[in-house]
């Protein structure tokens, strides 16, 4: 049965990346959709995981806040530019969290890291130096690529936030929880901004309950499920899944093409992190001598 967690990685890494697509599915406004979703989200993990249902100390709210911030930035960003971008300026964060874990987490950034950040920075360049073309799916590509470059940093603050939680005993139990106050929060601070909801069809409310339910609910209950079980590199790897399917379904389903700056650029920092994560991990597994 060693093939199952690293399915159950791979079945969390192609949930999360329909998160694009479905976005794009719906006429609701980004508000609403990040509003709804992170509300369903929260009720899912409640109602399936016991550890998710105990309060939060001040340091779960403190990361629940990042994690929110997060789910907004990405919701509100692919409503204006293409699911490409918005998923490829997301996965800057490991430049984000290089940054921040000397000063949070007092771990030292080496020259090897120093290389990992100029080329990162280097792909963040095209999707700021092009022009991206306004489409249906796409009405606002530049301020939607800076809202995307910001869930970036929100994200990197949450897995630091995470691994900040995790040197404490309860760890597991606080990742949990954090989802759980993270989507609260997002759905209580978008609520305002997503009433009164006008001309909302079934085929909307069909996707919102998607997006929460699956594309979160199931796709955080397969990844911790699966993570325990396989080691940090290859787990890593296998959620590259994620970057790599998403503008495909946006592709397939609303005939969406990233421009040739923006996959230069999801490119750069995509082959970036994959030769990071391989070459941290020959460390990891190199006997010393």
Not at 22 to 46: D, Y
Not at 107 to 126: N, S, W, Y
Not at 256 to 261: I, V
Request: one cysteine or more; charged letters at 10%.
């Amino acid at each position: 049965m060693r093939a199952v967690p690293r399915l159950q990685l791979l079945a969390a890494a192609a949930l999360f990346s329909t998160g694009g697509a479905a976005i794009k599915a719906t006429s609701l406004s980004g508000w609403q959709v990040a509003s709804f979703r992170s509300g369903i989200a929260a009720l899912m993990v409640l109602l399936l995981v016991p550890a998710a249902r105990r309060l939060p100390d001040w340091r779960v709210l403190l990361v629940g806040v990042g994690y929110a911030a997060t789910m907004i930035l990405f919701v509100v960003a692919n409503k204006l530019t293409t699911a490409a971008n918005t998923i490829f300026l997301q996965s800057t964060a490991p430049l984000y969290i290089l940054l921040l874990g000397p000063w949070l987490l007092h771990e030292r950034i080496r020259a090897k890291d120093l290389v990992f950040m100029l080329v990162v920075a280097l792909g963040l360049l095209p999707f700021f130096l092009g022009t991206d073309t306004v489409s249906a799916t796409a009405p606002d590509p530049q301020r939607g690529n800076m809202i995307a470059a910001l869930s970036g940093v929100a994200w990197a603050g949450t897995i630091v936030g995470l691994r900040w939680l995790g040197s404490s005993s309860d760890g597991g139990s606080s990742a949990f929880v954090t989802v759980v106050v993270g989507n609260a929060i997002a759905f209580l601070v978008c609520l305002p901004l997503a009433l009164p909801v006008v001309g909302a069809g079934g085929s909307d409310w069909m996707v919102i309950g998607y997006l929460g339910v699956f594309q979160i609910g199931v796709a955080y209950l397969c990844l911790t499920a699966g993570i325990r079980h396989v080691p940090a590199l290859e787990a890593s790897t296998l959620l590259l899944v994620e970057p790599a399917l998403n503008p495909l379904w946006a592709w397939g389903i609303h005939g969406e093409r990233p421009g040739s700056w923006a996959l230069l650029g999801g490119a750069t920092i995509l082959l970036a992190t994959i030769v990071k994560t391989w070459w941290d991990g020959r460390e990891i597994t190199s006997p010393r001598t």
